[in-house]
């Protein structure tokens, strides 16, 4: 009989310091990162605060702003929490994800084969690809086609300049893309090929004679990194990206910044 009340005992104390240690463990288990940003009541975004018209600081008032910054303050609201900025270099910016210093990057960040192996990615808020600028009287070039033996205003060894050069146009050199574009609004080159919202960016702040043509070709698209197997976060951050989309919201911020729709 004290045998088994032994054996008893031993089960009884066995079994209950296993009740203890799984009530620990769940206790002291990490919370996913989205149940700890709305705990906290703010998202940490990570972005530069250096780079107009996208993410930087208004001369007058001193305050964060711009494209990305207005996206990702409405999302975070939708969300339910505080948009917290930590402004930080491009070149540790991915880094400050991976280790957990903020939650999600508001910075341009395109969506590419490598970075999706190490983050996870909202649906993207801004598209891009090229654009062929001519003056607006031009009826030569349609395409990327039209291009070859014409005078081409570019920075000679940009991306866009290769571009150019590899549809057979004849490089004319500049610093900067709006010296080229001034030279074709003056019809002294036939054309200047740069990003979309660059391009956007430029023609809602001068008026000159100028269309452009889109080189869909080279497509990429931007979105929010946050750390890899957070899709309970992606999934919040998604959904309030479409609302955006659904209400005009998205499309209102980006008039606002580039006279167009850059979100599709």
Request: net charge positive.
């Amino acid at each position: 009989m004290k045998k088994m009340q032994r054996m008893f005992a031993t089960i009884l104390s066995a079994a209950l310091f296993g009740v203890l240690a799984t009530g620990c463990s769940v206790q002291t288990q990490e919370k996913d990162l989205l149940s700890q940003i709305k705990e906290r009541g703010t998202i940490r975004i990570g972005t530069e605060g250096t780079y107009k018209p996208f993410t930087f600081h208004d001369e007058k008032s001193g305050k964060l702003t711009g494209y990305d910054v207005e996206v990702a303050e409405e999302v975070s609201k939708r969300i339910g929490v505080k948009a917290e900025f930590v402004e930080t270099p491009w070149e540790g910016m991915l880094t400050s994800l991976k280790t957990g210093k903020v939650d999600m990057v508001a910075n341009q960040v395109g969506v590419k084969p490598d970075r999706l192996k190490v983050f996870d990615f909202s649906k993207p808020y801004t598209v891009s690809f090229s654009q062929i600028v001519v003056h607006q009287d031009n009826q030569d070039i349609k395409s990327i086609e039209d291009v070859k033996g014409k005078k081409a205003g570019q920075t000679p060894t940009s991306n866009y300049g290769q571009m150019a050069r590899d549809a057979g146009a004849n490089l004319i050199a500049y610093e900067d893309m709006m010296g080229a574009m001034k030279d074709v609004a003056a019809k002294r080159v036939d054309l200047s090929i740069n990003d979309r919202l660059a391009v956007a960016e430029m023609l809602k702040s001068v008026n000159m004679p100028l269309k452009t043509i889109d080189v869909k070709a080279d497509r990429s698209e931007s979105a929010f990194p946050v750390p890899k197997g957070n899709k309970d976060l992606v999934d919040e951050i998604n959904k309030a990206l479409d609302s955006m989309r659904q209400d005009g919201t998205l499309a209102k911020i980006s008039q606002k910044w580039f006279g167009q729709d850059i979100t599709k």
